[in-house]
Nanobody
Framework: QVQLVESGGGSVQAGGSLRLSCASS????????LGWFRQAPGKEREGVAG?????????WYDDSVKGRFTISRDNAKTTMYLQMNSLKPEDTAMYYC?????????????????WGQGTQVTVSS
């Protein structure tokens, strides 16, 4: 059974940092492209960052987080990370990790095979 479990969310003030983790089990981890998505109340789910299989040679970011967020993966630990620096109130959302076997646009949420349950990030001004 495949499981993706996010952790590391919390409440911080603007300008602060958080590091999200996504621990995976039950899948051939290195074969999967991975992504972080977020969804704020009343808004659609949006792609934040993606990282390629197998080793993370390629990374992609939404323009809103470029230069502030860094995505990485550790295949030995079957864990993905999202380092979030210089957080802004508009980063407040539920953050989800996801994994997919297929190629194509990393932003397309419907292409992902597996999802975590989410971790809440709240940034106050």
């Amino acid at each position: 059974q495949v499981q993706l479990v996010e952790s590391g969310g919390g409440s911080v003030q603007a300008g602060g940092s958080l590091r999200l983790s996504c621990a995976s089990s039950g899948l051939t981890y290195s074969s999967y492209t991975l992504g972080w998505f977020r969804q704020a109340p009343g808004k659609e789910r949006e792609g934040v960052a993606g990282i390629s299989a197998p080793s993370g040679t390629l990374t992609w970011y939404d323009d809103s987080v470029k230069g502030r967020f860094t995505i990485s993966r550790d295949n030995a630990k079957t864990t993905m990370y999202l380092q979030m620096n210089s957080l802004k109130p508009e980063d407040t959302a539920m953050y989800y990790c996801a994994a997919k076997r297929n190629n194509g646009d990393w932003r397309r949420a419907t292409a992902y095979n597996y999802w975590g349950q989410g971790t809440q990030v709240t940034v106050s001004s």
